[in-house]
């Protein structure tokens, strides 16, 4: 058995200097990739979709806008609780392209921050209800109590039917 | 008493000669062998990361991805193996050996072609190592994580839908034609390297397909059977039985059962049978050369000629093979075509293991010694690593895994490889030492003397005796972690990840009144008011556990503690029903975080506050006390 036959390992040996850039370049290339993929870790909700204020984000054959967000004293004529503050976000929507039993969610989002509904809130004419009901159409009033020391970080409203939405939006 | 000291020496001797080869090589080699291992550790992150990406758009595409990040690590450590024996000169050792023809080995041509003759028995016992299990178990991990849902392993469910069962069997039946079919097309086939490699990653593909899917169907089956009333008659026979015996066999049966299985296997298996099956395992690489050695040792002359009993038996089998006809010839090929694939795999690696394990008991000891060692210090760096880190919430951990485990695959594992290399080839040197034509590569300080048949025993004993000492030190120390504990007394502030605890001075009554009821007990109850703030974005349930001694309570009212959203602060009382003999200087409340995700949790923070109890506090007990309700802030 002559040498020649087990050149390949020998190769490796004599360019090791070679074989070790290569390595770590590999090894910083996937740090990369891994750390730039990790950017949105522990945030709770990773907008899919960002509709600009005032825009209406459709919904099959329906729509839904947010008009506005502004602050409530009391909710169902309860007050929030020491250095927090209501806001409340209104919508109109046109639910006519929702699937049959389908749902919404609705988080305010404020920074880095984001906020769940309080348990009840009230909807105006004609009535709209916490499950969205497919084919209505009209007004819906979502309320989140919120710190007030974050109120100026408020950006906008997370809708997630089946993917988070953000839908821009600053306190009025 | 000379056979104990000469045992000893020997074995001294085999371990510096392990350790000092391993640190010279590394010493030489570390460029090319760091470069590899970070090649083979950024295909193993890399196909991860791939892998969980891809599982919402195409997931029976992970399985491919997987497959080939898999091998691309294989390759690499293929090449570390290949590269240290040729430092060593193992290869210019087998040349003299006179095999002749039947020596020639597509292994010393190229790098492609040991990929294709080796992987595929490597790739078997590396995930009999549980190598894959563990690859695929990450993916599942980090896409469940990410996506919020485990859709991987429920698009692999074959079980889920019959479209996923259907596709799921074809498969699999198809990768096992492919296997057998795929030999005579190699032979014929104009590029032999790229089907091999095909061939390859067909097996690897398979592979994790049973793991991420096929396994259910398996346990589909096992779950039928075990509810099948045969298992019923076993039950019956076992009563049955005890009404034989003046003692419970069943139960006697059931016990030493659990010591073998549990106590006894996992400690042989762990400390004995791992390491020299991760020797044989780096022996693939060298193929039948190195058999071809064995032979030449033991029968002192050069291989070919029948004079073992197993050969003896070979040649009949061979004998009889030729001349089967019609049925049995019919049986025999059939044979061949589905077991065949035995031959490359578990055949192979038993031929290694046997290699390995007639090499003497000064080596064997030294090996399983240097292992353990090497493997004890592995576990160690990692402990010790993630306790410098302290506690943090799962985001950190999912972050910087690749690059705890580059610690592992790429630094420890790196010098394991080398080890095993080193071990293999002092091996093949003990047998070369024994013929006079095969000049070995690697001489022990204080060769094996010839040892009188009396004293074999000796030898083997006392390194039997050393070797499991160092097992057991080994195995008692810890290497499991489990949360980092922070302390603290009522009125102390204490961080558990991304959030704060703090308790006030407890309550013990006989009864207490909530919800508008008055709720009694035999013990005592215990009222801790606490404290909740989530400062930051994310925050999560926390739950409140009173410990005293050996025992753990968990609130009456709820088996959840109080928990803050994010930027608020709750203060709620939490009552606990105690056992009065509990309520001492050791009670204590334990608030674990469990963060953005319920389910995975890495190394956390764990708060325990004491109560400052004592045991006269169960008879100055109130005998009533209200429950106050709970109070929200913004902070």
């Known amino acids: 058995m002559t040498g020649q036959n087990f050149s390949w390992p020998q190769r490796l040996a004599s360019r090791g200097?070679?074989?070790?850039?290569?390595?770590?370049?590999?090894?910083?290339?996937?740090?990369?990739?891994?750390?730039?993929?990790?950017?949105?870790?522990?945030?709770?909700?990773?907008?899919?979709?960002?509709?600009?204020?005032?825009?209406?984000?459709?919904?099959?054959?329906?729509?839904?806008?947010?008009?506005?967000?502004?602050?409530?004293?009391?909710?169902?004529?309860?007050?929030?609780?020491?250095?927090?503050?209501?806001?409340?976000?209104?919508l109109r929507a046109d639910l006519s392209g929702l699937p049959s039993g389908q749902s919404c969610l609705f988080f305010l989002q404020a920074g880095e921050y984001s906020f769940a509904s309080v348990p009840s809130y009230a909807s105006l004419d004609p009535p709209l209800y916490g499950r969205c009901e497919p084919g209505a159409l009209g007004t819906i009033q979502v309320s989140f109590e919120v710190p007030s020391r974050l109120l100026d970080k408020v950006d906008g409203l997370i809708l997630i039917i089946d993917e988070p939405v953000l839908m821009a939006g600053r306190i009025s | 008493m000379l056979a104990v000291q000469n045992a000893v020496s020997e074995l001294g001797s085999e371990l510096r000669l392990l350790a000092g080869t391993t640190a010279a090589t590394l010493g030489r080699l570390w460029m090319p062998l760091l470069g590899l291992m970070l090649l083979g550790w950024s295909a193993n992150e890399g196909s991860i990361l791939l892998a969980a990406e891809i599982v919402p758009v195409w997931p029976w595409g992970v399985v491919v991805v997987l497959a080939i990040g898999m091998i691309a690590q294989l390759a690499t450590i293929l090449a570390v193996l290949r590269l240290v024996s040729g430092h060593l000169g193992v290869p210019e050792m087998l040349a003299t050996t006179s095999m002749g023809p039947a020596g020639e080995d597509q292994r010393d041509t190229g790098l492609l072609q040991l990929l294709t003759v080796s992987l595929l028995p490597f790739l078997a016992i590396y995930a009999a190592f549980g190598f894959v299990r563990d690859y695929a178990a990450r993916v599942t991990i980090l896409s469940g994580y990410r996506r919020g849902s485990p859709e991987l392993l429920s698009a692999l469910n074959p079980l889920q839908s019959p479209t996923t069962m259907t596709w799921m069997l074809v498969i699999l039946a198809a990768g096992y034609l492919f296997k057998k079919l795929i030999d005579p097309w190699l032979a014929r086939s104009k590029h032999p390297l790229l089907l091999g490699l095909v061939q390859v990653v067909v097996e690897a593909s398979l592979a994790f397909v049973v793991l991420l899917g096929g396994f259910r169907i398996y346990e589909a089956i096992d779950l039928w059977q075990s509810e099948r009333a045969f298992w019923g008659w076993i039950d019956q026979a076992a009563q049955w039985s005890r009404t034989l015996l003046p003692f419970d066999l069943p139960a006697a049966i059931a016990l030493a059962w659990a010591v073998l299985v549990r106590q006894v296997g996992p400690f042989l298996f762990d400390g004995v049978g791992r390491p020299l099956l991760w020797l044989a395992m780096a022996g693939l690489v060298f193929g039948p050369r190195a058999l071809s050695l064995a032979e030449l040792w033991q029968l002192g002359e050069p291989a070919g000629e029948i004079t073992t009993r197993r050969e003896r038996i070979l040649a009949k089998l061979r004998q009889d093979t030729e001349r089967a006809r019609g049925?049995?010839?019919?049986?025999?090929?059939?044979?061949?075509?589905?077991?065949?694939?035995?031959?490359?795999?578990?055949?192979?690696?038993?031929?290694?293991?046997?290699?390995?394990?007639?090499?003497?008991?000064p080596f064997l000891g030294a090996f399983v010694i240097a292992f353990t060692v090497l493997d004890f210090s592995a576990d160690q760096l990692d402990l010790w690593v993630t306790r410098l880190l302290g506690g943090q919430p799962i985001r950190f951990w999912i972050r910087v895994y690749p690059f705890l485990d580059l610690l592992h695959l790429v630094v420890m594992m790196g010098i394991t490889w080398v080890l095993l290399t080193v071990a293999y080839s002092r091996a093949m040197s003990i047998f070369a030492a024994r013929t006079d034509e095969v000049e070995p590569v690697l001489v022990a300080a204080a060769p094996g003397r010839k040892t009188a048949l009396r004293d074999v025993g000796t030898k083997a004993i006392t390194v039997a005796v050393i070797t499991g000492l160092v097992l057991v030190a080994a195995s008692a120390v810890p290497t499991k972690l489990g949360d980092e504990i922070n302390t603290a007394q009522v009125l102390t502030s204490v961080g558990i990840n991304d959030q704060q605890v703090l308790i006030d001075k407890p309550r013990v009554a006989k009864s207490v009144q909530m919800y508008g009821k008055t709720v009694t007990t035999a013990g005592v109850f215990v009222v801790v008011p606490a404290v909740v703030h989530t400062p930051g974005p994310v925050g999560g349930l926390v739950s409140a556990q009173l410990v005293s001694g050996q025992n753990t309570y968990l609130p009456v009212d709820s088996a959840l503690a109080p928990t803050a959203s994010p930027g608020f602060v709750l203060l709620e009382e939490i009552v606990f029903e105690v056992d009065p003999a509990d309520v001492n200087a050791d009670a204590r409340v334990r608030f674990t975080p469990y963060g953005e995700d319920p389910v995975l949790q890495g190394y956390r923070e764990v708060a325990e506050l004491w109560l400052g109890l004592s045991p006269d506090r169960v008879g100055d007990a109130l005998a009533t006390t209200e429950i106050a309700a709970s109070q929200r802030m913004a902070k």
């Open chain 1, 17 to 90: 200097a070679r074989m070790l850039l290569i390595g770590v370049l590999a090894a910083l290339l996937a740090s990369g990739a891994w750390l730039y993929l990790a950017r949105n870790d522990g945030r709770r909700f990773v907008p899919a979709t960002v509709v600009a204020a005032g825009q209406t984000y459709r919904l099959g054959t329906g729509s839904i806008r947010l008009n506005r967000l502004y602050l409530t004293e009391k909710v169902d004529g309860w007050p929030p609780v020491n250095q927090a503050s209501f806001v409340t976000a209104e």
């Open chain 2, 327 to 361: 049925v049995r010839l019919v049986a025999l090929k059939a044979q061949r075509f589905f077991f065949g694939g035995v031959d490359a795999t578990v055949l192979g690696a038993w031929q290694s293991l046997r290699l390995v394990l007639r090499a003497g008991w």
